[in-house]
């Protein structure tokens, strides 16, 4: 009899220790391994006498605040109020994030800048650790209220750790471009959690049950998330890119498919209802379509055309998505995709890498002309044709899909 | 009898059809005529061997980002939840401003930069859009509740031509400057809106029936949007200004005229009302008119005094014009002013423009120096007085007043 | 029996005519001694023929909108909502930060800027007054529901004024380095508003009363300040540090700490909480301890593993202060403290002095290389050694806390 409460206790327990030794481990592997780099080193910068003009960090800076925005306000707000899962999931969220943060500084780090025995962080590092906090957001889109924090930061450490090698497997061996994250951020994080969504089947979950309640200001709430994704995207994936002219043009091709996405969600999701009324579900996510289905190819010559070409075609498939696939996941596959991350991660996410294969594929020397170095530097430098690229892209997403539901599976067991 | 259900059918499928439509013509135009400009292109950027300490990108894509933040964020919450028109509205105002963007990016790009045969994009052009975008929401803030979104995507249609038509001729043919759109944003939006909505004028409206429920909670949305457009405004007077100091101090002027109009807001309000109690809707709106009435001038030499002073006389028209204009609008005029633009971009417009007239006419060579050539490069070169200029710009405000009062009264048939 | 009106008319006056004669007063004193400086000044930025690239303003804009809309957003949000104080108490912090922002540029001016009988203002003026404001909003944290608001505006007068005397002996003339402002910002902002709070304390303030309504949707506002305090908190520490490598060091250092300070935060609310569920208060506030105990040593060689260090240490303080400290503050010594800003401010503000007096006193010439010029001008000159920076860190803080003391003790008579 005493077992009971005593278990009680226990499992009371868990998410405080959880949080301590997680903590604690990161704050000495930080001592052991993490340093300052060049450009946040007090000794190492002015030794180089750098000038402060050519200082990366203030162009990109902006950007990174903007991504830091979009994964706190935007993916906090935008999942959890989406579904109505209430104020606790915020501060889950909240917690996982920052736990991703450490930990993938970390990761990351260990696979692209240990060198002299060191981790050196800088920019760079801030945002990159951003990236991966928004895949595990994603992810975590589909399992919302399926299983408790303790669990969810185990599966933080598992994601975060395969999201750092799905990632140097693309973009270091691979050779893959993928800047605003298409296949290692929408794709990877979505499949993942799809695949948990999957193990953690609970048949006797109800939808409805959360609906009912003050849907009215929660769809105000989940707004605010959308306008924050919507109006800092062009950010978002041109964060990382090479700067000058890759940097501007993914920024403009991200703006202009967003507007397209907008446009044809609004269309789509009048159409496919019976009574001509919009459903706001659609509105808060399907519109934002256009930044995913981008960020493999954004900051290529994709052509103003083209961005919003791909944002009609990802609005259109992902309101496609709401209306007709996520009920046949739930029934036919035992997929509950809580929050519908498939609709405005995975499909988009796996059309974006599509549409990265075609244009590298259709890349040439006339049209990038000496830019060619920064968006393709093996085509540039001549060790890879465009097709060899194509291909090369097309090999990133089998690994990606390969990876995050192998991932996926494993983490729910 | 079966011609009833299928004129509901017909009705129900004009806003998706018009959307297809819509956006399928600016793909269209956009594959024919918009292509990257010199400093989006890959091969025109790297031919040129710009370094990146010269992309002008960099200096004007974070003032850029607060625009569309306020855009969306702002004008989308404080406009829409003012009156508690609730969510669709939001939902609306996303669509309309998302087609804005596409199609001013086409009237404004033929006006300006349309050479060799087409149209060259980058982030002037979405700045611009944006200003656009910001217009046509404005002009709905007048209109809000009395026609449906079909109708509301053709007066887009027309207000986006007009902008572009009017900015033209102030800008390039009369050369008046008018960097944060006291004229051509503000005034233009505003007239454009309250003669629309004199013929849109339904006499059933009742205003109150709106006010009843869930007040307080609307009240804060409306303030975050007030916020966002308070803190991002010395942004958006700044974003096309000429780099450099016309920069620097736009903002400096905006930020310090924002809080004069703050003041005399909180003491106008108190002192109306019978019983010394703020109303809320003063303090959401007017607060934020010492950002309009620095429109034209706060890149000139309008010096600290003059931006308080003026920030102050902004909040306190628009106060007063809440208290007594706005009911005497309605009741003599049949202009029913939904979220009450004329006291916020109306009157604070032309006040701004009047007051650009001013500060121009009192320019001199002492006061720019060398810097008169960015702010009024027609006297630096001899070929204009500073009275000229003065003249000029008030030939500018009526022009703006023309064009949106006939475009308005015609927009509504 | 006629004074009774008499007395309430006139206490109606009292908001209004006090914001008149505020806004005229400094109106008045901006015409006299306020000037653009040399970025701002149309001549004098021509004059020395200067390059876009080189203009400070552009490196420090996009840190400053962060701060503006941390101060804005994030506390007038945070600290009223938290509370239930409700909408009205959004308006008057809005209000007090906007006279705070005239009344501190002049107040600063005189002690920074004033050269040829003027002050000069332009970006940095412009961040100085926001921080400013930031300490005035924390300490209304500590007095919401007290007092009226022309009390409030009075107080605003005196602690702006001490605020500005406070920072200029310490950066001045004490040469103590506090670049995020744990002494100048919080630790003086939270012991000037319990100070305060102690003189106007109301036994039969009831808090249960405030809390009975609407939690829900008033946690969902509050964390939408919290969450803009934590992503904007490493432009706010690193906003007026020298540029280069400095800045970015401490945008970084704040970064991490963060993580930190937000997973010990849940940590210890599951603890000390008797049923292991988390309080949102704590989350809502402690989660943000990790940048304010980062303020002073942010720009300093604290290394990666001391920023996680710090953040911890301070989550915990700062949980523990909500459970355990606050109720005896109250009961023992009648400090009745609204929104708990001892705990978030106040504790973190003093540990992140120490904190800066203990990396002050260990730095090197070999950690720092060339850069010590940037961070210790005074060693660096070899006008100090380390520990003699040491202790007049230690000093300043000393100082901080008796000005915020006396003058908290001052403003409530």
Redesign the interface.
Known sequence: MAGSPRRAAS???Q???L??L??GA??IL??IF???NH?????????GN?S????E???R???F??V??MV??GF?FLMVFLQRY???S??FT??LA??A??WS?LVQGFLHSFYSGHIH???ES?INADFCAGAVLISFGAILGKTGPPQLLLMTLLEVALFGINEFVLLNLLGVRDAGGSMTIHTFGAYFGLFLSRVLYRPQLEKSKHRQS?I??S???A??GT??L???W??FNSAPTS???????T??NT??S???S???T???S??VSG??R?D?VH?QNA?LAGGVVVGTSGEM?L???GA??AG?LAGTVSTLGYKFLTPILESKFKIQDTCGIHNLHGMPGVLGALLGVLVAGLSTH??????????FPLIAKGQRSATSQAIHQLFGLFVTLVLATVGGSLGGE
Chains 1, 2, 3 share one sequence.
């Open positions: 499992r009371r327990l998410l405080p220790l949080c301590l997680f903590q990161t704050t930080f001592a993490v340093r300052y450009e946040t080193d007090a000794a190492l910068w002015h030794w750098h402060n003009a050519n200082n960090f203030y162009f800076y902006p950007s605040q903007d830091h925005a706190f306000v906090g209430g104020f606790s915020v501060g909240f917690l920052a736990f943060l450490q500084t962080i800088g920019i801030m003050s009215y200001h769809d105000l709430f707004m605010i306008i924050f919507w109006i800092f062009p950010s700067l000058g002219d890759t940097q501007h043009r920024a403009l703006y202009y967003l507007t397209a907008t446009l044809s609004f269309a789509l009048a159409l009574d001509g919009l706001m509105i519109a010559m052509t103003p055309f919003l070409a009609f006339d049209a990038y002309g000496d830019g060619l170095e920064s968006v």
